[in-house]
């Protein structure tokens, strides 16, 4: 079954779940202000989604996979309680925005991301931005933001993108001493 420039016209719909389905053209979304949760990874044809302009409850977000995806909006920074946020492979680009309390997962390898502010993000456990356009700042800001936070025995994956500085490998090394596996470029 196909779907082709869907449009989700229901309010109070909590969960959507459309991987692997089929989904081509534009998702829209943007009447779902009570979004929870939306998976529809794996939609090779799906190009855009239409997010609602206020959602105060969506925490899990995975479109991975969705090589034709070219989100020409991911507001990040609107969702106060996301706590997965899956999107690997796809073209998003630019510079997001994390705000939340909740035990952040971030899953964005091989997109076309240049930097990510996580300090307002102080449970981020899981960081994988490898293999994006990140530059030495803003590897650094990811390393010394993580460190900044109290958080163990967590996750961050740089690979492929600029080396960090001095003051990057001196939180890289914080973040080593908190049991982190940190994957950096030297």
């Not at 507001?75 to 997001?96: H, K, M, Q, S, T």
């Not at 991301?113 to 994988?128: E, F, K, Q, S």
């Not at 003051?167 to 982190?180: H, N």
């Amino acid at each position: 079954m196909k779907f082709r420039n869907l449009q989700v016209p229901y309010n109070l719909l909590a969960r959507l779940c459309f991987e692997s389905c089929g989904l081509e053209g534009e998702l829209d979304l943007s009447t779902c202000i009570e979004l929870e949760d939306l998976r529809a990874a794996s939609n090779t044809k799906l190009t855009d989604i239409i997010w609602p302009t206020e959602v105060n409850s969506l925490w899990h977000v995975c479109i991975g996979g969705d090589t034709s995806l070219n989100l020409t909006e991911f507001p990040v920074e609107d969702w106060p309680v996301i706590r997965d946020c899956w999107a690997a492979g796809n073209a998003i680009d630019g510079y997001l925005v994390f705000s939340t309390n909740a035990s952040l997962s971030i899953i964005m390898d091989n997109c076309n991301v240049t930097g990510a502010d996580i300090t307002l993000a102080p449970n981020a456990n899981y960081v994988d931005l490898s293999n994006n356009n990140l530059g030495q700042e803003a590897v650094d800001d990811i390393l010394i933001a993580l460190a900044s936070h109290s958080v163990s025995n967590g996750t961050v994956n740089l690979a492929n993108n600029a080396i960090p500085s001095a003051a990057g490998s001196e939180a890289a090394s914080v973040l080593l001493g908190r049991s982190w596996e940190v994957n950096v470029d030297s």
